[in-house]
């Protein structure tokens, strides 16, 4: 069988090559991304390994790279995409790229440093400036208001913008008073509390003034900036300040020198000013000098971070090989495919003439019972598609690859369930614009972006069978097409060929067409899809009802059958001919009897013509073929000898589940006694029991849980028709001057609600059954997924990884 339907028939390989080609060797390897390479020394620790140190050079590398690309992003500045090239790092590039590393490490983290130093400095000395600029409104506008023997009353301070005052009489005002102040700065939200400290400790004999800083819209640190207010405080004697000092300590207030005089206030802020304007020139430089740093960086950055990439992978995988003696010759075991063995062999024998060694790599295929990785070859067209059966689980060795069958099963139970030409159109035209627009999509770096890329094709494919499904169900938006001409015609039932005349139009709501009156029916069904005279039918409900059902029972059985023929094919390429016998003939005996005989009583009603009210229920006939009813008055037949027909299949179906649950674990008892080995016949048939009820209750089970593709399309039709007569339908009978305003606005709305609640709601609800319906009900047939992934050494993708 062809490799795509199997995983690759897979080798193991022992390799050996010369120390000094050992990177080239591995280099080559990995642009090939066709081998995998095993542990030859499982029972030692990483720390263990002969190039631990390499290695964790690597991881320190990639650490100081992750740190330059976090300060090239905080200073919006381009990094440079790597230029592809095969040179082989070596232990050179390690030492060069090291000393690089950790000079430009030093280098910005003591810019950095010396950075917020000068920023800290900087908002240290704003404040100040604050500060003194509000000491000295305040002292201009007590001099002007105050009188030098008396401290200020409550009704005596005036309120400005942005400005709170609190003071309080003290309890003389004969005589000079000796007034301290102390001023700082203090976080906004601290203000309340410290304010009602200051009152509990001088009991009211304090005066508090304090503003909110604003600083200068062009200032460069602003967004870094915390809400503070500048206070200042007032009290009388030296003790009380030094009271003040400590209660400042305790919320964390900055305190600053204040002069007692305006001249030596102003000759404080002056100098201030200058310091700023000094600090900010240095931060400038300080800034440029980085940012020129870090430009210079990053047009290397990407060729580095590739380097250090395959670096690490090069000494990991070293550290996977052996040595001999010598310590010359490495020694490494590797998984490939028996089809790309020539090809690994002709870039190993490359890589040594690069190398300059006198010694060709020698390749020896050796036997083992390990069982190998799985390797399914996928492209960009099936990748999608395997991921989705991965995330099940990965095959086993040489198992049936479910991924080829899923491509078109999968995006075909999906539109059964999402039938609507119109949407499906509307899906394909998005997949479409994916396709195209694949590489600036990619630039996003963003998840669910990301994962509308990875399933590009399948939503393409969900799209058009979507589409097909849509002309089958003949729906596009909740609407029918009449594109080949309705096979029914109400003219033929008016007189004088039919019983309608003029007042049964007018005294009957209700009206039925009669295909026995002739030219009612014209005997030829619709060409393709549902006839468009359903659209208008009152009983459409009940007709699509039966229709979807039946059609999902059948869709269910054939998915199920084909699961149980594929488990025959893995019986086959494993010679597995006791499992064929013992379990797939009694399985698919089982199914057929029970459920494929419901099948072809459907396709048997569907082609007999029955009159209305004498047509038999195909779910009462098959309940009552399980419990042996057949003299009731509700158990009409459809055939001669069916009741003979059906007895003899029940009781068929019956007879596999001891030969399913005994049969197997008696021959497989005889040939382990056979054989003298030893061999638990109780653990055997519990596991023959819990596989034989699985099954026999799975049939069941699996067969009602395919009706959700009858339930999920109901919805979706429902919804649509919904959507469309309370939105659209009420817009195009709008006949007032706003009509046209209204149109746009209700289009508009029904555009987002189809894309929200129709594509996207119940796209995804599909989608999600769609899974369900391939990982439970059609792979558990044939597909064990308790392998393990073939992940061969590759370098393809380091550019893409974080």
Same mark, same amino acid.
């Given at each position: 069988?062809?490799?795509?339907?199997?995983?690759?028939?897979?080798?193991?390989?022992?390799?050996?090559?010369?120390?000094?080609?050992?990177?080239?060797?591995?280099?080559?390897?990995?642009?090939?991304?066709?081998?995998?390479?095993?542990?030859?020394?499982?029972?030692?620790?990483?720390?263990?390994?002969?190039?631990?140190?390499?290695?964790?050079?690597?991881?320190?590398?990639?650490?100081?790279?992750?740190?330059?690309?976090?300060?090239?992003?905080?200073?919006?500045?381009?990094?440079?995409?790597?230029?592809?090239?095969?040179?082989?790092?070596?232990?050179?590039?390690?030492?060069?790229?090291?000393?690089?590393?950790?000079?430009?490490?030093?280098?910005?983290?003591?810019?950095?440093?010396?950075?917020?130093?000068?920023?800290?400095?900087?908002?240290?000395?704003?404040?100040?400036?604050?500060?003194?600029?509000?000491?000295?409104?305040?002292?201009?506008?007590?001099?002007?208001?105050?009188?030098?023997?008396?401290?200020?009353?409550?009704?005596?301070?005036?309120?400005?913008?942005?400005?709170?005052?609190?003071?309080?009489?003290?309890?003389?005002?004969?005589?000079?008073?000796?007034?301290?102040?102390?001023?700082?700065?203090?976080?906004?939200?601290?203000?309340?509390?410290?304010?009602?400290?200051?009152?509990?400790?001088?009991?009211?004999?304090?005066?508090?003034?304090?503003?909110?800083?604003?600083?200068?819209?062009?200032?460069?640190?602003?967004?870094?900036?915390?809400?503070?207010?500048?206070?200042?405080?007032?009290?009388?004697?030296?003790?009380?300040?030094?009271?003040?000092?400590?209660?400042?300590?305790?919320?964390?207030?900055?305190?600053?020198?204040?002069?007692?005089?305006?001249?030596?206030?102003?000759?404080?802020?002056?100098?201030?000013?200058?310091?700023?304007?000094?600090?900010?020139?240095?931060?400038?430089?300080?800034?440029?000098?980085?940012?020129?740093?870090?430009?210079?960086?990053?047009?290397?950055?990407?060729?580095?971070?590739?380097?250090?990439?395959?670096?690490?992978?090069?000494?990991?995988?070293?550290?996977?090989?052996?040595?001999?003696?010598?310590?010359?010759?490495?020694?490494?075991?590797?998984?490939?495919?028996?089809?790309?063995?020539?090809?690994?062999?002709?870039?190993?024998?490359?890589?040594?003439?690069?190398?300059?060694?006198?010694?060709?790599?020698?390749?020896?295929?050796?036997?083992?019972?390990?069982?190998?990785?799985?390797?399914?070859?996928?492209?960009?067209?099936?990748?999608?598609?395997?991921?989705?059966?991965?995330?099940?689980?990965?095959?086993?060795?040489?198992?049936?690859?479910?991924?080829?069958?899923?491509?078109?099963?999968?995006?075909?139970?999906?539109?059964?369930?999402?039938?609507?030409?119109?949407?499906?159109?509307?899906?394909?035209?998005?997949?479409?614009?994916?396709?195209?627009?694949?590489?600036?999509?990619?630039?996003?770096?963003?998840?669910?972006?990301?994962?509308?890329?990875?399933?590009?094709?399948?939503?393409?494919?969900?799209?058009?069978?979507?589409?097909?499904?849509?002309?089958?169900?003949?729906?596009?938006?909740?609407?029918?097409?009449?594109?080949?001409?309705?096979?029914?015609?109400?003219?033929?039932?008016?007189?004088?060929?039919?019983?309608?005349?003029?007042?049964?139009?007018?005294?009957?709501?209700?009206?039925?067409?009669?295909?026995?009156?002739?030219?009612?029916?014209?005997?030829?069904?619709?060409?393709?899809?549902?006839?468009?005279?359903?659209?208008?039918?009152?009983?459409?409900?009940?007709?699509?009802?039966?229709?979807?059902?039946?059609?999902?029972?059948?869709?269910?059985?054939?998915?199920?059958?084909?699961?149980?023929?594929?488990?025959?094919?893995?019986?086959?390429?494993?010679?597995?001919?006791?499992?064929?016998?013992?379990?797939?003939?009694?399985?698919?005996?089982?199914?057929?009897?029970?459920?494929?005989?419901?099948?072809?009583?459907?396709?048997?009603?569907?082609? @007999?013509? &029955?009159?209305?009210?004498?047509?038999?229920?195909?779910? /009462? %006939?098959? !309940?009552?073929?399980? *419990?042996? #009813?057949?003299?009731?008055?509700?158990?009409?037949?459809?055939?001669?000898?069916?009741?003979?027909?059906?007895?003899?299949?029940?009781?068929?179906?019956?007879?596999?589940?001891?030969?399913?649950?005994?049969?197997?674990?008696?021959?497989?008892?005889?040939?382990?006694?056979?054989?003298?080995?030893?061999?638990?016949?109780?653990?055997?048939?519990?596991?023959?029991?819990?596989?034989?009820?699985?099954?026999?209750?799975?049939?069941?089970?699996?067969?009602?849980?395919?009706?959700?593709?009858?339930?999920?399309?109901?919805?979706?039709?429902?919804?649509?028709?919904?959507?469309?007569?309370?939105?659209?339908?009420?817009?195009?009978?709008?006949?007032?001057?706003?009509?046209?305003?209204?149109?746009? @606005?209700? &289009?508009?709305?029904?555009?987002?609600?189809?894309?929200? /609640? %129709?594509? !996207?709601?119940?796209? *995804?609800? #599909?989608?999600?059954?769609?899974?369900?319906?391939?990982?439970?009900?059609?792979?558990?047939?044939?597909?064990?997924?308790?392998?393990?992934?073939?992940?061969?050494?590759?370098?393809?993708?380091?550019?893409?990884?974080?």
């Amino acid at each position: 069988m062809s490799s795509c339907f199997r995983s690759e028939e897979m080798c193991l390989v022992q390799l050996f090559f010369q120390t000094e080609s050992a990177h080239d060797c591995i280099n080559e390897l990995g642009h090939l991304g066709l081998v995998q390479f095993k542990d030859l020394n499982p029972g030692k620790t990483s720390y263990q390994r002969r190039f631990v140190n390499e290695v964790k050079k690597c991881e320190d590398m990639e650490r100081i790279i992750r740190f330059l690309r976090k300060e090239m992003k905080k200073t919006n500045i381009f990094v440079a995409e790597a230029l592809q090239s095969d040179r082989v790092p070596g232990p050179r590039d390690i030492v060069e790229l090291e000393t690089i590393f950790t000079k430009l490490e030093k280098e910005l983290k003591e810019i950095n440093s010396n950075h917020e130093v000068l920023r800290n400095n900087v908002m240290d000395l704003m404040e100040m400036n604050y500060l003194l600029h509000m000491t000295e409104e305040f002292f201009d506008e007590a001099q002007s208001r105050l009188s030098c023997s008396d401290l200020p009353l409550e009704d005596s301070i005036t309120t400005y913008p942005r400005v709170t005052s609190r003071c309080t009489r003290s309890c003389s005002t004969s005589g000079p008073l000796n007034l301290r102040f102390v001023a700082g700065v203090i976080r906004q939200e601290r203000i309340p509390a410290f304010e009602k400290v200051l009152w509990r400790v001088f009991h009211g004999n304090f005066v508090l003034r304090h503003a909110e800083i604003q600083p200068p819209g062009e200032s460069p640190m602003i967004e870094d900036l915390v809400k503070k207010d500048v206070f200042i405080v007032f009290v009388q004697g030296d003790q009380a300040k030094g009271k003040i000092k400590k209660i400042c300590d305790g919320f964390h207030a900055s305190m600053y020198p204040c002069p007692n005089t305006a001249n030596a206030r102003k000759d404080m802020r002056n100098n201030v000013n200058t310091r700023i304007e000094d600090l900010q020139m240095v931060l400038k430089r300080t800034e440029e000098y980085k940012e020129s740093l870090l430009t210079a960086v990053a047009a290397h950055l990407e060729e580095w971070r590739t380097k250090v990439k395959k670096m690490k992978a090069i000494y990991y995988t070293l550290n996977l090989c052996n040595t001999d003696i010598t310590q010359r010759l490495i020694v490494a075991e590797i998984w490939c495919a028996v089809s790309d063995l020539n090809k690994v062999q002709a870039a190993l024998i490359e890589a040594s003439k690069q190398s300059g060694s006198s010694l060709h790599p020698v390749l020896n295929r050796i036997h083992t019972q390990q069982t190998p990785p799985t390797f399914n070859r996928v492209n960009t067209f099936t990748a999608g598609f395997q991921s989705i059966i991965n995330a099940y689980g990965v095959g086993d060795y040489q198992e049936i690859n479910p991924a080829p069958y899923t491509i078109v099963t999968f995006p075909f139970l999906f539109a059964v369930m999402f039938g609507d030409c119109g949407h499906g159109l509307l899906m394909a035209v998005l997949a479409m614009w994916i396709i195209f627009q694949e590489e600036k999509f990619k630039e996003l770096n963003n998840e669910l972006i990301s994962v509308l890329v990875n399933g590009r094709y399948i939503v393409l494919l969900m799209g058009i069978f979507s589409i097909y499904t849509g002309l089958i169900y003949n729906d596009c938006f909740s609407k029918s097409l009449n594109i080949f001409g309705s096979a029914w015609r109400v003219n033929a039932m008016f007189e004088p060929s039919g019983p309608w005349t003029n007042e049964t139009l007018l005294h009957c709501e209700h009206l039925q067409l009669d295909p026995q009156v002739p030219g009612v029916y014209s005997g030829t069904p619709y060409p393709f899809g549902i006839d468009p005279i359903w659209s208008i039918a009152t009983n459409k409900l009940s007709f699509l009802n039966s229709y979807k059902m039946k059609m999902s029972v059948i869709l269910g059985v054939v998915h199920m059958l084909f699961g149980v023929t594929l488990s025959l094919l893995n019986y086959i390429h494993f010679r597995n001919a006791k499992s064929i016998l013992l379990q797939f003939v009694p399985e698919l005996v089982f199914l057929l009897s029970l459920f494929g005989y419901l099948v072809v009583l459907i396709f048997f009603k569907w082609c @007999v013509v &029955f009159q209305p009210d004498t047509a038999p229920s195909i779910l /009462i %006939l098959f !309940i009552n073929m399980m *419990l042996f #009813a057949y003299d009731g008055p509700g158990s009409p037949m459809l055939f001669h000898c069916q009741k003979a027909v059906q007895i003899f299949l029940v009781v068929l179906a019956f007879l596999m589940v001891p030969w399913l649950l005994l049969v197997k674990p008696l021959v497989i008892y005889r040939e382990q006694k056979t054989a003298k080995q030893q061999v638990s016949m109780g653990d055997v048939l519990v596991y023959q029991a819990i596989h034989t009820i699985e099954f026999c209750l799975g049939c069941i089970s699996n067969t009602a849980s395919y009706l959700r593709l009858w339930a999920l399309s109901l919805a979706h039709a429902e919804l649509s028709e919904v959507l469309w007569n309370m939105v659209l339908r009420s817009a195009l009978t709008i006949t007032s001057e706003l009509g046209p305003v209204l149109v746009v @606005v209700l &289009f508009a709305g029904f555009s987002i609600l189809t894309v929200v /609640i %129709l594509l !996207i709601m119940e796209g *995804l609800s #599909a989608f999600l059954h769609a899974l369900r319906l391939h990982w439970v009900e059609f792979q558990n047939k044939f597909y064990k997924g308790s392998g393990y992934e073939f992940s061969p050494l590759s370098f393809t993708n380091l550019r893409s990884e974080d």
